[in-house]
């Protein structure tokens, strides 16, 4: 287990390299940063030199990759064009969608998972049906949709929460933001585990525990469900980054100022040190959830074993 955990590590590095470089190359075109600093009117071009100066955007852009990279391993990530270093807004912005992420793979996990396990034992009866419905019913409608209804319904019509967060965004206001961010995965969370279920349910190692006389909960405990859950566990584990960096929508109805909220104002004010260094974090998420999501196998299925 340590050798494959190591091997993974040396693979992580060219493709979070890889990954930056993509990234950085494709902010760096999506336009002149320094016009946006200068508002509707042109900006002078001797104190556009000076800003390109001051920023190091007069450099080629491999040049500025190279000088960007060597300060992340620093703990430098840059300067926003405010002055604000980009550190002190990840460290306001990541615990606040860290947060609201937790909510939401809490709410996928169980309600997904319990849904999708007596979907998948109860195939074709009334109960599937009616799952396949709903899950196709929220798949259909948008997140902004799902949203903006649920804030007006619950916050605003019927008072039963805030229809905004607070800036402290306690665990207790991101119920229900948690729940318009998981949605979506949520239903194919359900429908995942559904299918997967109904599949493992014929298999032979599943009738012969049953011919065996187990317990029917212990069946699906310890036989059918472990094996179910590769896949499930698969999907939850990309959704992780997925659901930090594409919370956008969900944060800007509640009014949370997470990395969707920044990531949103940095591409509006083109703001591209703020852009690369979240995004370069969530790089880093979306690395060791994978990483993780490989180990959590061999905890579900004793068959596999990592040399």
Known sequence: MGRYVMRRLLQMIPVFFGATLLLFLMVN?????????????????????????????????????????????TGDFGTAFNGQEVTELLASAYPVTLRLTIVAILIEIVVGITFGVISGL??????????????LVVVSIPTFVTGYVLQYLFGVKWG???????????????????????????????????????????????????????PRRRVVTRHLLRNSLIPVVTFIGADIGALMGGAIVTERIFNIHGVGYQLYQGILRQN???????????????LVANLLVDLLY??????????
């Open 298 to 307: 061999s905890v579900l299925d004793p068959r596999i074993r990592y040399a």
């Open 160 to 214: 039963w929460v805030s229809p905004t967060v607070s800036a402290d965004a306690p665990f207790s206001e991101l119920i229900l933001p948690g729940i318009v961010l998981a949605s979506v995965s949520l239903a194919y969370a359900t429908r995942l585990t559904r299918t997967s279920v109904a599949e493992n349910a014929r298999a032979d190692y599943v009738r012969t525990a049953v011919a065996k006389g187990l």
């Open 272 to 286: 591209t040190q703020t852009v690369v260094g979240f995004t370069t974090v969530l790089v880093l998420v979306f």
């Open 29 to 73: 075109v999506m336009g002149d940063p320094i016009a946006g600093l200068c508002g509707d009117r042109a900006c002078d071009p001797a104190t556009a030199a000076r800003l390109r100066e001051e920023y190091g955007l007069d450099k080629p852009v491999w040049q500025q990759y190279l000088t960007y990279m060597g300060n992340v391993f």
């Open 122 to 135: 109860r195939r074709g009866r009334a109960v599937d049906t009616g799952v396949l419905m709903t899950t």
